[in-house]
């Protein structure tokens, strides 16, 4: 039997329309779950209490709120400004040098570690020498994340720029460091932003490195020295924990978390429309 | 496009203005929370047994003193007993006491026992619910892989009035070194002549797939049809889980409740009297619940290596847990102690010193 | 400003962003350093130790090789079952879907790479656990069971379940590589093609995609990687037990991964050589991604040397 082109075209359509259905329907159905189970536990109590105790319902997830947001400032505060710099380098005083090309394998195979080994790094550097489970070590593992994520974006914003601005500026006299700082880096900082913003977006999710250092507590933060509370490692212990209550908790959390990532994308993918729009 | 300076120097301060902002706030927050009057951080875990009732203990003794912050992790009796040892727990959770060749190595530690609490046999059958008859036998042979359907004629022969599917029996065990595992094993190994794997906080478990903590049998047990698994009886009641009546020392059927647990536990209390450690399991009585038992609190006689507030907050806590805590323990579904057993409490924690001096 | 204090800045600033770029190299450095120092201790004590079959905790014997096992395999299975979908989404994208479909998907596939783990985790273990078991691994073990690789009893939580999470979490990561790829086929190839009579299709399999092919290639090497250093999905969905690969063979059953084992003990370890363990563990983990990486790296050079040329 021969099949005739035109029909064998029609199969093979329907085959990649249900492949691709395949690839999105997780989308859907995740959110649809999380829309579903997380909405019932939405209330103020449960974005600004204390845990209840295993076992009693009530409270909230408020310490976990706080903690995913100290966390992620003060690791921004590490890998922002790592970030950035190391992608200038890469983008305006790196070419054709030995150093350059050995920072720029070395940025991308740092990308490829997995979050559980970088967190794994912080705990045997810093809980292990102490003793001590602390935020800090999470705050230096999610730093260290961010860091090839917007190095890669600051470089390839600023490689954009064309180098025709560039000579301009060396035909005024303008000192390098300004002409890449004023000049190029304003230029490119609609990417480093956009970047930066994707990488806080990133490491609101990463919850290996949390489980332990920053590890979990059911009381506001004390310190970045002290154990926190995270929505990731919430998430988690929740889901996990075989208790009603909290695993419809975990999903409330999980509803919070999505809703700020998404947030941040969606964010990013409308300011870089504006950009093209503008220009 | 221009190339004024004036737009520079303001990115830049802005840049630097923002950085500035978050140090600062980084610092402020920091210092505040030092500043502020350093609360007693006590870091405790252990068993998984009594963690709701505990969790209670923390938080509500936590409203009582809130400079004493108490962390208890649900990490196990055998991973509670460790970290003791190790000195990174500065108290421990533990259903089974220490057996005589950890005390020779780790000498000076104390049993509290601070309460006590049913095991039960939970499953997940389609359409059958709480009730299923039981007895020690059948329960070893489902653990030991001997009996491998739920339809299998031993268990149908107690259970006339039930009709059980033609489904796999899965196992669930605990993966982790369990004070749970060592009350039921111990059971069985009292209770049943067919029962060939020992007791203890493992066994050499021949079938079936590892949980970690009483939660997380429970958790596997929702996720699997067909499963079987032993454990706490709040975790059980609290999600729902369908469990069994398991035949006591007096031929009855008997359902775990508040109340049979409880009666185990009055029934056994005065074998603590003479040896703090003793195996509670299988006790005779009029619809006593046979797998119950007494869970302990282990901390060391002598606190004078941790600072002297924390030895201090540690001994108050666990005076509190035995007499005003106890308030909480039956909306938990967990008995209150026997008074007979509180008095053994108290005596030895009345053994805690500092420096020489009792705490209490 | 004087040449001498322009001289100074910009030799400040060339220090600064060096300096930093190499604090991020000694980061790099430091964590194979730190990783090797920590499980020294294992390593000293029985170097082929965790080659072994067994973990115990109680016992002291702590045997990876089924952890490692069922990172190389829940992995493989993945990339497995995510080629076939990634490539129909890709073709589907770039040569059939009209604008307004090619918006919406190219917006989902963004999405769906941004979605944390734990949320994956929490939805397998909740939502997908108990629906993959009764409708996909009982009939299968109902049928075709005596085969030992889809032998029961089933579990839920399995190495199946584990893979087919991380299958959903990789697609995203092939697709928008792939692509990309299609979409920058040569036009005139294509119009040769077209102008012979090809369909659609045919000039999508006899030039698009063998034209992509390395690419396509680094793409999955890729996605490879991501999948072994996975945590948190697999973690919550694959059961965490050393049934697989030794006490039974089927796909139903519980295993365990690397970072399955290490995101559930080490926080309750005590022991220096179960820590020590684990931080091994973590230490050939890291050796096998940079190992895979490096390799779709070395594949995207010689593409981009060879268009270079070409």
């Known amino acids: ?252 959390a999980s509803l919070l978390l999505v809703l700020l990532v998404i947030t941040i994308n969606v964010a990013v993918r409308y300011l870089g429309r504006k950009k093209y729009e503008g220009a | ?74 990490v196990g009796s055998g991973a509670g007993q460790n970290g003791l040892f190790a000195k990174t727990f500065d108290f421990a959770g533990s259903d089974a006491p220490l057996k005589d060749s950890q005390m020779e190595q780790n000498p000076g530690i104390l049993h509290i026992p601070e309460t006590g609490g049913g095991i039960v046999v939970a499953y997940n059958i389609p359409n059958i619910g709480s009730g299923m008859n039981l007895t020690a036998d059948v329960i070893a042979k489902i653990f030991q892989g001997n009996i491998t359907k739920w339809n299998a004629p031993e268990i149908a022969a107690i259970n006339p009035a039930l009709t059980l599917p033609d489904l796999n029996i899965v196992v669930i065990r605990r993966s982790d070194s369990s004070g749970t595992t060592n009350g039921f094993t111990s059971y069985l190994k ?71 647990i409880s009666g185990a536990l009055g029934a056994a209390a005065p074998l603590l009297s003479s040896d703090v450690r003793a195996s509670v399991v299988n006790m005779p009585g009029d619809g006593v619940y046979p797998i119950s038992v007494f869970t302990y609190i282990l901390v060391y006689k002598d606190l004078s290596y941790m600072p002297e507030a924390k030895a201090k907050a540690v001994a108050n806590f666990l005076w509190w847990i035995i007499h005003d805590g106890q308030s909480y323990s039956e909306s938990l579904l967990y008995p209150r102690l026997p008074s007979s057993v509180v008095t053994v409490a108290e005596a030895n924690l009345k053994q805690l010193t500092y420096n020489g001096r009792p705490l209490l | 400003m004087n040449k001498k204090s322009i001289f100074f800045k910009d030799s400040a600033f060339k220090y600064l962003v060096g300096g930093s770029s190499l604090i991020v190299v000694a980061f790099f450095v430091m964590i194979f350093v730190m990783l090797a120092v920590r499980s020294y201790p294992s390593i000293a004590n029985d170097p082929l130790m965790i080659f072994g079959s067994t973990w115990d905790v109680n016992s002291g014997i702590y045997g990876g090789i089924p952890a490692i096992l069922g990172t190389l395999a829940s992995s493989a299975i993945a990339v497995a079952l995510a080629v076939p979908i990634s490539l129909g989404m890709s073709v589907f994208f770039t040569e059939y879907a009209p604008r307004r479909v090619r918006a919406a998907l190219s917006i989902v596939i963004d999405m769906l790479a941004t979605i944390p783990s734990v949320i994956f985790g929490i939805w397998g273990l909740w939502i997908v656990a108990p629906l993959v078991k009764t409708y996909v691994q009982d009939p299968i073990v109902g049928s075709i069971g005596f085969i030992p690789l889809f032998s029961g009893p089933a579990y839920g939580l399995s190495l199946f379940l584990a893979s087919l999470v991380l299958t959903f979490m990789i697609v995203p990561i092939i697709s928008s590589l792939t ?92 022991d220096v050589l179960h820590v020590s363990s684990l931080v091994e563990l973590g230490l050939i983990l890291l050796v096998i991604t940079l190992l895979v990486n490096s390799s779709a790296r070395l594949v995207i050079t010689r593409i981009s040397r060879r268009n270079a040329s070409g």
């Open chain 2, 190 to 260: 009292n209770a049943s002549s067919v029962w060939i794997l020992g007791s203890g906080t493992t066994v050499n478990w021949p079938v079936g797939i590892g949980a970690s903590g009483n939660n997380g049998v429970a958790s596997t047990l929702q996720q699997t049809p067909g499963g079987v698994g032993y454990l706490e009886f709040f975790y059980a009641k609290n999600n729902s889980i369908p469990f069994a009546k398991v035949m006591n020392r007096n031929g009855q059927f008997v359902e775990p409740t508040l109340t049979s």
């Open chain 3, 179 to 270: 692509i990309s790829l299609l979409s920058t086929t040569p036009v005139e190839l294509r119009e040769a093609m077209i102008s012979l009579g090809a369909t659609r299709w045919e000039v999508v399999r006899h030039v698009a995609l063998p034209f992509s092919k390395l690419g396509i290639f680094a793409s999955i090497i890729l996605a490879l990687g991501r999948a072994l250093g996975e945590t948190m999905a697999v973690t919550m969905v694959i059961g965490n037990s050393f049934v697989w690969p030794f006490s039974s063979i089927s796909l139903f059953s519980p295993a365990s991964t690397i970072t399955s084992k290490i995101a559930s003990e080490l926080y309750e370890a005590v």
């Open chain 1, 1 to 252: 039997m021969i099949v005739s082109r035109r029909t064998k075209e029609k199969l093979i359509i329907a085959a990649l329309v249900a492949l691709t259905g395949a690839a999105v329907a997780p989308l859907f159905w995740i959110i649809g779950s999380i829309v579903w189970n997380g909405i019932s536990v939405m209330s103020l109590e449960f974005l600004t209490s204390l845990p209840a105790p295993f076992g009693s319902s009530g409270g909230g997830i408020g310490n976990a709120i706080l903690g995913t947001l100290i966390i992620n400032l003060f690791a921004s505060g590490l890998g922002i400004p790592l970030g950035i710099l190391t992608g200038i380098y890469l983008a305006e005083y790196a070419h054709d040098s030995r150093m350059g090309s050995t920072v720029r394998t070395i940025v991308e195979s740092l990308s490829g570690v997995p979050s559980l080994v970088i967190g794994l790094f912080a705990f045997t550097l810093i809980v292990l020498s102490f003793r001590h489970y602390t935020g800090v070590a999470a705050t230096l593992a999610l730093g260290i994340m961010m860091i090839p994520l917007v190095a890669k974006a600051t470089e390839e914003s600023m490689r954009v720029v064309s180098d025709d601005l560039r000579e301009a500026g060396m035909a005024l006299g303008i000192p390098k460091y300004n002409i890449t700082t004023r000049i190029v880096l304003s230029m490119a900082k609609g990417g480093v932003i956009s970047g930066s913003l994707l990488a806080f977006a990133r490491i609101s999710g990463e919850t290996a490195p949390l489980l332990f250092t920053a590890l979990f507590s059911f009381y506001w933060p004390t310190g970045i020295d002290q154990p926190m509370a995270t929505l990731q490692v919430l998430i988690y212990n929740y889901a996990i924990s075989g208790f009603a209550d909290w695993v419809a908790k975990a999903w409330g």
């Open chain 2, 1 to 74: 496009m221009s190339l004024s300076g004036s737009k520079g120097i303001s990115k830049i301060l802005g840049i630097g203005i923002v950085a500035v902002v978050l140090v600062a706030a980084g610092l402020i927050y920091y210092t505040q929370s030092m500043g502020a009057e350093q609360p007693a951080t006590i870091t405790a875990g252990g068993a998984s047994f009594p963690y709701p009732l505990i969790s209670k203990w923390v938080s509500e003794y936590n409203k009582l003193h809130p400079a004493v912050q108490i962390t208890y992790q649900s």
